[in-house]
């Protein structure tokens, strides 16, 4: 199906989606690009907590807090027309602020964060929304040489649909060369949704950003 230079910038800019798409608005009729796909990767994480906790800033079931740039990040998981999906269930999973999993096969030897576990599962509100807390991890290299980007995974199912994919930041000079988002437009896939929007800090020395992620359904 070929998709018009309209679709195209709607899905790209997230421009729709932030600022409150209407369902009924002649807008609507305009049909939001689905969130790229990718790979699960190496270090999806074998074991996700059942908390439903969306703050990754504490190990779970400890005091301290992990290291690195505290981030807020919120936004909307919705279907191409616009719709929140309120049955969303999302997965993610984040290397350190150091550029390390906390997975067994992630052998770059950069130290673990006690304090940092860098997986979390939870549902999203009613309408669709969600909001999490964390810390900017940090990149890493990858085995064919090249360092990647500082990314978060997601694993995002609403029914019978499932989204694996990875968020970048703006203003990375990573960017630019990473193995992955360097080469999605080559795989037709629009590079500036797959980064995040700068958003309003409601906290001192707290960084905030905004994406809205985009299902089939
Ligand atoms: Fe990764």
């Not at 910038?9 to 609507?28: E, F, Q």
């Not at 992990?66 to 279907?79: F, K, N």
């Not at 694993?155 to 989204?163: E, G, H, I, P, W």
Request: a positive charge.
């Amino acid at each position: 199906m070929k998709i018009s230079r309209r679709e195209f910038a709607a899905g790209a800019a997230g421009v729709a989606l932030s600022a409150g798409l209407d369902p009924n608005s002649a807008g609507a009729q305009q049909r939001l690009r689905p969130t790229g796909q990718e790979t699960l990767g190496p270090y999806y994480p074998v074991r996700t907590p059942a908390s439903n906790d969306p703050d990754l800033t504490h190990y779970p079931g400890r005091q301290g807090r992990a290291s690195g740039q505290l981030i807020e990040l919120t936004g909307r998981v919705l279907d191409t027309a616009g719709r929140p999906l309120p049955q969303a269930r999302i997965t993610i999973w984040q290397a350190n602020a150091a550029g390390r999993y906390t997975n067994p096969v992630d052998h770059n030897p950069v130290p673990l964060d006690p304090n940092f576990l860098g997986v979390a599962s939870f549902r999203v509100g009613r309408d669709g929304s969600y909001r999490l807390r964390t810390v900017k991890p940090g990149p890493y290299p990858e085995p064919s040489g090249t360092i990647r980007t500082p990314h978060i995974h997601f694993d995002v199912t609403n029914a019978d649909y499932r989204l694996v994919t990875q968020m970048y930041f703006p203003g990375e000079s990573l960017n630019a060369t990473d193995l992955l988002l360097s080469t999605l437009a080559v795989r037709h896939r629009d590079p500036a949704s797959a980064i995040c929007n700068r958003a309003a800090t409601s906290e001192p020395g707290l960084l905030a950003y905004s994406w809205d992620i985009v299902l089939l359904t």
